[in-house]
């Protein structure tokens, strides 16, 4: 079975300072994987997908089968970036039900 | 578009009575799913539903049951609440593809004294 890990409950930085949001996976398969975005008292939205290799909202995020991570990036972070952040992993060829980490809380301070 | 509409969107429940989250989407797809969210555990599968009138159970099934009506409706039941439901319940629905996105509906804010 596929596992998400998100290692951080909580991260807190200034305003300005670069981000890192941690995600690991254990898949035997070759994995899907995204990011969602809550926004407080928001519905949960993809923020990206890894086979998009896009940035959107100045987050990137790479998918290193080596490492089996998918870490979430911004090099300057906002105050509006705020908000609790999923990694998600779809099995490929399975039933395609995403399975979600627990979810990092991401605090951008002024 | 309104995507995934979920009601109630607060509910507040005394231990043993029963109660149905209605979730509906309109995006046509086939696959539908409830999730819980607690705390520190993240978003946790309770059912899904491939197709119309098709349920599987997920990782935390118990105290819980679904009904999959039609293409559009997805209900979620607790028939004898207890404290340990008290959470946020999200509906979401996808398309039955690789790399696709999931909607979600805006939740449901349930609490169980």
């Known amino acids: 079975a596929q596992r998400v890990t998100q290692p951080e409950k909580l991260l807190s930085v200034f305003k300005g300072a670069p981000v890192e949001l941690k995600c690991n996976y254990s898949?035997?398969?070759?994995?899907?994987l995204f990011w969602y975005v809550q926004y407080s008292r928001q519905r949960l939205q993809l923020l990206l997908r890894?086979?998009s290799r896009e940035s959107i909202k100045g987050f990137t995020a790479d998918l290193n089968k080596g490492e089996t991570s998918f870490h979430l990036k911004k090099p300057f972070a906002q105050e509006e970036d705020s908000a609790m952040y999923y990694c998600?992993?779809?099995?490929?060829?399975?039933?395609?039900?995403?399975?979600f980490g627990r979810g990092t809380s991401l605090i951008v301070h002024p | 578009n309104a995507g995934v509409t979920q009601t109630p969107k607060f509910q507040v429940l005394k231990t043993g009575q029963s109660m149905t989250l209605q979730c509906a989407q309109d995006?046509?797809?086939?696959?539908m799913y409830w999730y819980r969210q607690d705390p520190g555990m993240g978003l946790r599968l309770i059912y899904y539903?491939?197709?119309?009138?098709?349920?599987d159970k997920g990782e935390v099934p118990n105290g819980y049951n679904v009904s999959r009506l039609n293409k559009r409706e997805f209900s979620l039941r607790l028939e004898s609440a207890a404290p340990s439901q008290t959470s946020v319940y999200f509906c979401?629905?996808?398309?039955?593809?690789?790399?696709?996105?999931?909607?979600f509906g805006q939740g449901t804010r349930l609490t169980v004294v």
């Open positions: 979401a629905s996808s398309e039955d593809r690789g790399n696709t996105e999931a909607f």
């Open positions: 898949y035997s398969g070759s994995p899907e």
């Open positions: 890894h086979i």
């Open positions: 998600a992993l779809i099995a490929s060829g399975g039933s395609y039900i995403p399975t």
């Open positions: 995006m046509n797809h086939n696959s």
């Open positions: 539903s491939a197709s119309e009138g098709t349920t």
